[in-house]
């Protein structure tokens, strides 16, 4: 075979390779159930009658007018690719994080336990409940993305109890784990979504009895607590082509004993005053505080930002979350939590739960008060 020949066949190798490598993109780009469903009549017919949802553009929402983009950078993948093979100093913590053993057998009524991130799980009610189990990578794709921080012990949805109720805020990867949905679902009697992301855990396998789908404001009971859908301030989408097509929003969770308020991701806006302080007083608020940036800087709120919300709302027992797992944004990966802590210093009638993560503590009680990631390299 002479020179010629051999360039031929490398070039017709190469173009195979090209066009099979194209085919499986296309193909998992289009129907892999990672990007989710799409909601049936029923859901459609719920969804256009929400105030939160402009039929015009097809889109939901904000109760305020809320870019995505607040700086006039462009978007662009290959920074973003960029920074994450190649964080900065800081961005990550360079050893295990410290946390402790679970024990799923022992959780009491008003305890709880943060698994980081926004992943939390508490017994209330005489119910196990847990927020937006996140328990592998915060990315459509497998083993690639943005992966979890290590901790000293390891935690996954084999390490949970049997769960009474899933409360899940909207349907990005680092809240909506298509995985983990699948490995819950048999251990999960009801799952409560916002409008549109029913559509998500029916295309997964989970049973439309099993799911309850919420507009902002609506509640639901399910045995001794009450649950409503409150406005957050954020935006929703599993794919780049499509925004906003599913509701988003936090969440009210009502015992005859205890109400806890969980924001969910949200930017600082006015719905803390004038919708979330009308539910007050909390018992316990699980509070976002992490992934800011000036660049989004409307739906994702700073610590000083969480710090003025949680004074409109009244509430002075607190858990902060949506930090201390991934790396989702520009910041020292301890930045949210010592801004946090250093404005509060000057609140004293704000009390701050710093559990390591897989700690078991009353909400009730005296809130673990170490300051554990100042050691971490």
Do not use: C
């Amino acid at each position: 075979m002479n020179m010629n020949k051999k360039i031929v066949m490398i070039l017709k190798i190469l173009l195979a390779v090209i066009v099979l490598l194209t085919g499986a993109v296309w193909a998992f780009m289009t129907y892999h159930p990672v990007w989710g469903g799409t909601p049936d009549e029923g859901s459609m017919a719920r969804i256009r009658a929400s105030k939160a949802y402009n039929a015009t553009l097809g889109k939901f929402e904000n109760q305020e007018p809320t870019q995505l983009l607040t700086t006039d950078e462009k978007p662009s993948i290959t920074t973003w690719i960029t920074r994450l093979m190649a964080a900065d100093e800081g961005k990550n913590p360079s050893e295990p994080l410290p946390s402790a053993a679970f024990d799923k057998n022992v959780l009491k009524d008003g305890e709880m336990v943060w698994f980081g991130h926004s992943t939390v799980l508490f017994k209330l009610g005489g119910l196990n409940v847990i927020t937006d189990p996140v328990f592998h990578n915060a990315s459509p794709i497998p083993y690639i993305g943005i992966s979890p921080f290590k901790t000293e012990h390891s935690y996954s949805v084999e390490s949970l109890p049997e769960l009474d109720i899933v409360l899940l805020s909207h349907d990005h990867y680092d809240h909506l784990d298509y995985r983990a949905i699948q490995e819950l679902d048999s251990k999960t009697k009801h799952f409560i979504v916002p409008l549109g992301v029913k559509a998500h855990l029916q295309r997964w396998g989970v049973a439309d009895d099993k799911i309850t789908e919420m507009d902002w404001d609506e509640q639901t009971k399910i045995g001794t607590l009450a649950i409503t859908l409150v406005p957050a301030r954020h935006f929703s989408g599993r794919t780049l082509n499509i925004k906003d097509p599913t509701l988003w929003g936090g969440y009210i969770i009502q015992s005859p004993e205890l109400k806890y308020y969980y924001s969910a991701d949200s930017g600082y806006g006015k719905h803390y005053r004038e919708t979330i302080a009308k539910h007050a007083p909390f018992d316990f608020v699980m509070i976002e505080n992490g992934a800011y940036d000036k660049k989004w800087a409307l739906i994702h709120e700073t610590p000083e930002e969480a710090l003025q919300a949680l004074k409109d709302i009244g509430a002075t027992k607190v858990l902060p979350i949506h930090w201390g797992k991934f790396d989702m944004a520009n910041h020292v990966w301890t930045d949210p939590i010592n801004r946090l802590m250093k404005d509060v210093a000057s609140q004293p009638e704000i009390s701050v739960a710093t559990p390591k993560i897989g700690q078991i503590f009353h909400t009730q009680g005296d809130l673990p008060a170490e300051q554990w990631w100042q050691g971490v390299r």
